[in-house]
């Protein structure tokens, strides 16, 4: 690494500072504050060369100022000039051309760090992240830096500090960082391992607990499952028990039920038209038994008028007039039997046509239906009774018609025996009327009492059916209540056989309720054994991963690699220290590292010393004079810059001595300067020794001179 140029703007006591680093050898840094004489060339602005290189890079500074401090101070305005502190430091690192710059209360970049790298910026979201970056490009964080690139003005030094502080800067200029590094991230490692190792044996044995609980479950399921699958076949064996009873043990319909029913109810049905023809025979009875008592009545009256003659008398002579009007009303009653005779024989041909008409007509000519017996009864009315009588009364006419023509005879031939017996004549004449009356009348009582007969047979038949028709209309409704009942059995012996088939069904496609809980379980405890195996083979592969992570832990240890590099480094900085240490000193004084120290009980423990003798002196350092720990501390120095040089990723080529030759006498000040233009400047490239002493110009080839005037620092070559 190879530091080309810092550049400063108000920052410390500069106003502005622009200085070159890159291969200048061996310089000499003198002072002159003109604000003070009395103070030479101290606090001129020497040392604040090295106070910005490491605010730069670092943010640190020798003096500890921290904050707005680093911006410069007027002391004629009284005031800190705010608004451009700003450093640049150009770098070279591996061929990178690395710029850094850092802001403080910058008007434009605030307080920002900025990095680039062969012109790109790569600055981080915070100057935090762009400081670990520079850290990281430099390989070298600010107490590396300070101790390997720097000997500050009454350094205390690398031999004077304490084993763990000369331990420390050791690692840093071997880059030890880097196997602690490591070494934190296999502890970090090693912790996760040991972490997910015990996590995960707790896991197992949680997983071993549930997998025993999924087992447990299990076998309840399938034992639930078992009992289920019995009992279903309990239950089937149990329905189709139930349907072969109830198919064994039908509740059927008796089918004559129904002729039964249709007899009854055709006689029901008959039990009107019963009705009305006893109905049509009771009034067809009161009428014609009114008739015949009223004939009866007349046939008495008529026997009642008849007047015993007694022996028939001898034929009287009587006289014309006598038998005149004996002829005239025979001729009179004939005549009118006669006309009798007509319209009874004209009654008989009308009734006849009536019937003959009736028995010809099948249909009602208004509505055109057929026409039954009783219907034609009731649209016709009785005609063979009234043609009977009629024919009766024809035929009693037709036999009256001798008797009156006799009469008439007899009374024409004994119109003259008339009037002698004109008085027995009447009589008997009357009687004969009578006579005859009452024949008339008892030959219309005779078919009368025929059809009265007739009637009372019809209506007492009537009566017989309606009874019978009563009865069976109870019949009908005892009929009709048992085939309902047999229904009602039949409806409900086929639903228990509904029933029972649907059940035996529903039993059939019955499925576990455990199935799916018993296929869950299984892929539960399947998965949760894959899991374990996985699991216990993932412990294994980390288990038997663990001791090459513990091996690495140690070996990243300070008993492993950084053990071996300080074994290997400090025969180096012992040939290196006593080298310098031989043009410092000469062969009286030596340098000792080393990293091992004895006990008094003669064990070997692991501790960095580092042991400054004298042939002539004190073998501690804490008994030696401070020129000699000056010498010891610079050959320290330079050995440890050159062990730097040659381990480091990117040995830096500068270094800073401010003061080397305090306690120096000219002796040891010609050697220290012979040390350095010999042995040191060609093997960093940049050597600056800052120093007040005027003696030393002439043992330089260049100079530069810091001035101080009105509190600003200036450069002057």
Known sequence: MNILRLQTQDLFSYESLDLSLANRGLVLVEGQNLDDEGLDSNASGKTTIFRSLTWILYDETLSKQRGDEVIRWSPIEQKYIVGNTCG???????????????????????????????????????????????????????????????????????????????????????????????????????????????????YLNSQRERIQDAETTLRSLEDR?????????????????????????????????????????????????????????????LTKQHRRTILRGEIRALQDTIVELGEEPKKPEFSSDRYAKQVAACEKDLQRHEFDLVHAKDDVARLRKAVELRDTTDTCENCGQVLTEDAKTHLF???????????????????????????????????????????????????????????????????????????????????????????????????????????????????????AEATLVREEQS??????????????????????????AYLHEFESELPYIDYWVRGFGNTGVKSLLFETAIPFLNERANEYLQVLCGSHATVEFSSQTELASGEKREKFNVKVRYAHGSRDENGISGGELQRADLAVLFALGDLSSSRA??????????????????????????????HIAPRVGTLLVMSHDADLQSMFSETITVTKSGGVSRLAS
Request: proline share 2%; aromatic share 4%; net charge negative.
């Open 381 to 499: 009315g009785n005609l063979s009774e009234e043609l009977q009588i009629a024919e009766m009364k024809f035929d009693s006419l037709s036999g009256m018609q001798s008797t009156f023509t006799i009469g008439l005879t007899s009374a024409q031939s004994g119109y003259d025996q008339a009037i002698e017996y004109e008085g027995w004549q009447v009589t008997e004449k009357q009687n004969l009327r009578v006579a005859d009356s009452i024949r008339d009348k008892e030959y219309q009582l005779a078919p009368l009492d025929a059809e009265i007969a007739e009637l009372e047979n019809i209506l007492a038949t009537a009566r017989e059916m309606a009874q019978d028709a009563s009865q069976a209309q109870d019949e009908l409704a005892h009929l009709k209540e048992l085939e309902a009942s047999q229904r009602a059995a039949h409806e409900l012996w086929r639903r228990d056989i509904e029933q």
């Open 649 to 678: 990723l990117a040995p830096v080529k500068l270094r800073l001595l401010d003061e080397p030759f305090d306690n120096l006498d000219g002796v040891g000040k010609e050697r220290v300067v012979q040390l350095l233009e010999h």
């Open 225 to 285: 499952e078992t009992a289920w699958v019995d009992g279903r076949a309990q239950r089937i064996a149990e329905a189709k028990a139930r349907v072969a009873q109830l198919m064994a043990t039908p509740a059927t319909i008796d089918a004559s039920l129904a002729e039964k029913i249709q007899e009854k109810s055709q006689q029901v049905a008959n039990l009107a038209k019963t009705q009305e023809m006893a109905n049509s025979a009771e009034r067809s009875l």
């Open 88 to 202: 640049v430091c150009e770098l070279d690192v591996d061929g990178q051309r690395v710029e850094v710059r850092r802001h403080r209360k910058h008007t434009q970049q605030k307080n920002l760090l900025q990095l680039f790298v062969d012109g790109n910026e790569v600055t981080g979201s915070t100057n935090r992240d762009t400081q670990k970056r520079v850290n990281e490009i430099l390989h070298l964080d600010a107490t590396a830096f300070l101790n390997v690139v720097m000997y500050p003005q009454r350094s205390q030094g690398f031999a004077s500090g304490t084993d763990a502080e000369q331990k420390a800067i050791l690692e840093r200029v071997l880059c030890m960082e880097r196997f602690s590094e490591a070494q934190a991230r296999m502890k970090s490692r090693q912790q996760q391992y040991t972490q997910t190792i015990d996590k995960t044996k707790v």
């Open 511 to 536: 499925q576990s309720p455990h199935a799916d809980l018993i296929s869950s379980e299984r892929v539960k405890l399947g998965k949760l054994k894959s899991d374990s195996e996985k699991r216990q």
